[in-house]
């Protein structure tokens, strides 16, 4: 079994309350504390790999991009699955070529550019093209944007992602998706589902979000903002032991 076969089928089998958790790593060293900590596989958080790198979340290029996923997973492992967005642009032979250079194993492809919601009908046609050049080779986690963009009627959540799945997406991704949906998304959509978790302490517990339904939990840049903020806090304390007193 290959990378690719491993992570699809870590997403299948699972009961309720046993979500498959993916932590975000943002370099090599993140990565490789996560896959030392005994997670069977990793998903990049593209905004966290924007701020490691000094961009704004969704102006990475291209290029960096992809290098940064290069060095993830030379570093370890397990299988790698990364954010890359809306796809850059990239015709879906090259996206997909670029990925498997890069050494990941699976993909989220978002469906909303600058703000506004793609066609679901020509995104899904575009999801297809995509898996028709990477076969089985890779995994695709098609994100639904329509909570995040101002649509909270969960009809319509549910009907794209009908789209995408009939397209070949292996999960489906509503981010942004109220847990008091998440039992009704469950029930409207076929396959595995991906559901965002927070790192605070006040949002569900990843085996909370697996009872109503996640297949998968993602933390977003959640671990690497917390990594972020420890490191100022070491910072601070740093530059306050070390000032010199002033008379």
Known sequence: MNKAETFRALHHGRVPGDPLVLPGP???A???????AGFPALATPSAGVAASLGYEDGATPADEMFAAVARITRAVDVPVSADVEGGYGL??????ERLWEAGA??????????????DPRAHADWLAEVRSVAADGLFVNARIDTFVRGVTDPGQTIERAALYVAAGADCVYPIGAPTTVLPLL????????????TLDGEGPSPTALGELGATRVTFGPGL??????ALEEIAAQLRHSTSSPRG
């Open 30 to 36: 993140s990565a490789r504390a996560c896959a030392e």
């Open 91 to 96: 015709p879906p032979k090259e996206l997909v």
């Open 105 to 118: 194993v699976g993909c989220n492809l978002e469906d909303s550019d600058q703000g506004v919601l793609k």
């Open 186 to 197: 469950r029930s409207g959509i076929q396959g595995p589902l991906n559901v965002f978790a």
């Open 26 to 28: 943002w370099d090599a």
């Open 224 to 229: 690497q903002r917390r990594a972020t903020a």
